[in-house]
């Protein structure tokens, strides 16, 4: 995808403008430069790699971030690369029994102000950098940062080349160096708890077509995702690239061989060996799948500070608060962080406000991100659990409201169940209301008291 997506017409007057210089080109850091040049700063993009080099599989974009999206002009733009997710399916990992089913509600969608898309990573991606560059930020490309001085607000380049900024924006992902100059070189890892196969875990349409059970995946009257739920396993699947294509996320108990990251392939080879307990079409849709990457899904340490003491480094994205691989909300953490920033920063009139914004933006994002990552995790735990009473009530829940033509997540008429409230709630929430809200109740009024004290000051 190439084209430019020039900038919105968006017009808030600006007194200061700043240079920020933004680590890592991943979906944090050029949302991030989009929402900031857009509104006024300069932005220049340090991202390691060249990103034809960025293999990648499936993501799916949440309503709370397809709404920030929307919001900044995207809408058509992200039709063109995502299909809307109208339905989720849910069985038993090891049998393929259906347990039930939900169809999105058209209500609840509207009520929330976004859809649940899914789409090729590398789509997302290339949005981003087209928005991006088409606002004016500048990106470069192989351009390793190997060290950073947050006081004089300067990074190195692997080159040698030094270069100088107003705010440094750590977007390095987990195991990046911003992230390691606010823990003293710790790496956020907690305990293992599965590993997961994803990144290009795509299952060609093409070969899928050929078998009608598999076709089954891509033919449903709503774009699917199919959840199957086992015993120390689950997986989620869902097609991508206009039906074209079929993600995967696998997740299974930890084998111990290696942490893996997003850009170590693995070979295909193993995947029939991590879902030899799993239904048949699992075996076979593995069979076609191409070399995925494979990562360790673990309990993840919480940052506490995500600026700098004593200069101007703020981390975002995964750099701050690390999700589990394949997360629903792993890229709209990223979006959402960039909506936030830019809209505290879109108030920038004096140099003394840049600290305060970006402990605002801490102080804004810490919580929801923590929420996010504890149901993120729960998720997952939901859908492997062992076997035992919790599993056999799980099921059996799904199945008498199947059996009764409800839709398996949401409420009936005397319960609604806790996933359906926590999802309504994560999808609903509207980032940017949070900003704007901040800036009301807490910026202004600092603003006058700032105004007022100078007032005194010059009457003395
Ligand atoms: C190559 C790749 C493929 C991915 N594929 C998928 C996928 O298919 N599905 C999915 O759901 N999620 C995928 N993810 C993860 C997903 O992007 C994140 O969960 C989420 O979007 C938030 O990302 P982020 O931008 O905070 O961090 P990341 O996505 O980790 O991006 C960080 C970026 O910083 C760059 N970087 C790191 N160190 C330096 C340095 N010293 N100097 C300059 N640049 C540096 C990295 O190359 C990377 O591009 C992938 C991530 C990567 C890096």
Request: proline share 4%; aromatic share 8%.
């Amino acid at each position: 995808m190439t084209g430019k997506v020039s900038p919105i017409n968006i017009s808030i007057p600006l007194i200061l403008t700043v240079n920020f210089i933004i680590v890592g080109g991943g979906i944090a850091g050029l949302a991030c430069a989009f929402a900031l040049q857009r509104i006024g700063h300069r932005v220049l993009v340090l991202e390691k790699d060249d990103e034809a080099d960025q293999v990648a599989g499936g993501c799916r974009l949440p309503p709370n971030m397809s709404k920030i999206l929307n919001n900044w002009g995207f809408e058509r733009r992200v039709r063109d690369i995502a299909v809307v997710s109208g339905a989720t399916f849910l069985s038993i990992y090891e049998t393929g029994f259906l347990l039930g089913t939900h169809v999105w509600d058209k209500e609840v969608l509207k009520e929330v102000g976004g859809d649940f898309v899914f789409c090729h990573h590398k789509d997302l991606r290339h949005l981003l950098r087209d928005a991006a560059e088409g606002a004016g930020a500048k990106i470069r490309y192989r351009a390793q940062v190997s060290s950073i001085d947050p006081m004089k607000r300067s990074v190195t380049l692997a080159s040698g080349e030094v270069i100088t900024g107003d705010v440094i924006i750590g977007a390095d992902g987990p195991f990046g160096i911003c992230r390691e100059l606010l823990t003293g070189g710790q790496r956020p890892k907690g305990a293992s708890i599965h590993a997961f196969y994803n990144g290009s875990t795509i299952v060609p349409g093409e070969q899928m077509r050929k078998d009608p059970e598999l076709s089954y995946f891509l033919e449903q009257e709503h774009h699917t995702q199919f959840a199957w739920f086992g015993n120390g396993h689950s997986v989620l699947g869902y097609p991508i690239g206009g039906d074209e294509d079929f993600a995967m996320n696998i997740y299974a108990l930890d084998d111990g061989q290696g942490d893996g990251s997003w850009e170590d392939q693995v070979s295909a080879d193993r995947l029939p060996t991590v879902v030899v307990t799993s239904e048949r079409r699992l075996q076979k849709l593995v069979r076609l799948a191409l070399p995925p990457a494979r990562l360790q899904v673990t309990q993840q340490v919480e940052l506490e500070d995500w600026v700098h003491d004593d200069g101007r480094l703020l981390l975002i994205g995964e750099a701050a608060h690390t999700l589990p691989p394949g997360s629903i909300q792993g890229s709209a953490m990223g979006v959402e962080d960039a909506a936030v920033l830019a809209k505290l920063f879109s108030h920038l009139k004096s140099e003394d406000q840049i600290r305060n914004f970006l402990y605002a933006f801490q102080e804004l994002r810490q919580k929801r991100c923590s929420g996010v990552q504890r149901q993120e995790l729960g998720n997952l735990m939901f859908m492997a659990m062992p076997p035992g009473p919790m599993q056999e009530a799980r099921d059996q829940n799904m199945i008498q409201k199947h059996e009764a033509g409800l839709n398996v997540l949401s409420s009936d008429a005397d319960s609604a169940t806790e996933q359906w409230e926590e999802i309504k709630e994560m999808f609903g929430y509207d980032a940017e209301d949070e900003a704007d809200n901040w800036w009301v109740e807490w910026g202004m009024l600092r603003e006058h008291a700032k105004a007022r004290a100078m007032e005194i000051r010059a009457s003395k």
